[in-house]
């Protein structure tokens, strides 16, 4: 079945440190993926997508690519903040039936930004 | 942010007990989801609506049931709860097919 793996952390970086935090996938057909954040004691909250390959998806200083030779789609970014300090979650859509489109996570990356 | 409310926010109860938990939403979205998250495990989805009356199991739907008699509410019940079920639950919305899923805050339920 599908399914996404992420680099376990918690990964721990001084301010404006360059951030990368691999994510690969399983799938079948084209799924589109996500990365979403999750601060403390909130829901989670979506970071950015791209819904086809060689598709770049960016927000707020965060990129990820769509590569579907390597089934990865890494989330990057080049200077870090400490308020960029949660956990990261990337996923892929499942269609599934009904068209639910389901979401897989990967098991999320804990990022720790210090000052 | 999406208009999502979840209730409660924080519950305790004992094993052997019913809990039922609420999903509300306001932005008339077709799609309803309810996941748990646990260390280790990211979100693993319970159950999902695709519409009125429209519910299908997720992959870790054992010991939970779903309702959704209108479009704005998605009820998560666990008949009997067991220590096991002790976890976050958070309901997640999604306008139509190859839109992303939008996340209420969650509710932190504990079983004694």
């Known amino acids: 079945g599908n399914s996404v793996t992420q680099m376990e952390g918690p990964v721990t970086l001084s301010e404006e440190a360059f951030l990368t935090i691999n994510c690969t996938y399983t799938?079948?057909?084209?799924?589109?993926l996500f990365w979403y954040v999750q601060y403390p004691g909130e829901g989670l909250q979506l970071l950015l997508k791209?819904?086809?390959?060689?598709d770049k998806g960016s927000n707020k200083g965060f990129e990820a690519t769509y590569r579907k030779e390597t089934t990865s789609f890494h989330l990057e970014k080049g200077s870090v903040q400490v308020s960029d300090s949660a956990v990261y979650f990337c996923?892929?859509?499942?269609?599934?039936?009904?068209?639910?489109?389901?979401?897989?996570f990967g098991q999320g990356t804990e990022l720790s930004v210090k000052p | 942010d999406a208009g999502i409310t979840q209730s409660p926010r924080h519950k305790v109860t004992e094993t052997g007990t019913p809990v039922t938990l609420r999903c509300h939403q306001t932005?008339?979205?077709?799609?309803m989801y309810w996941y748990r998250q646990d260390p280790g495990h990211g979100l693993r989805l319970i159950h999902y609506?695709?519409?009125?009356?429209?519910?299908d199991k997720g992959e870790v739907s054992d010991g939970y049931s779903v309702s959704r008699s209108k479009t704005e509410d998605f009820l998560l019940t666990l008949e009997s709860a067991t220590s096991s079920q002790t976890s976050v639950y958070f309901c997640?919305?999604?306008?139509?097919?190859?839109?992303?899923?939008?996340f209420g805050d969650g509710t932190r339920l504990s079983i004694l």
């Open positions: 996923a892929l859509s499942d269609q599934g039936n009904n068209q639910g489109g389901k979401l897989i």
């Open positions: 799938a079948t057909g084209y799924p589109s």
């Open positions: 791209a819904t086809k390959a060689d």
């Open positions: 932005e008339n979205h077709r799609y």
């Open positions: 609506s695709y519409g009125v009356k429209d519910t």
């Open positions: 997640a919305i999604k306008q139509g097919a190859g839109q992303p899923q939008h």
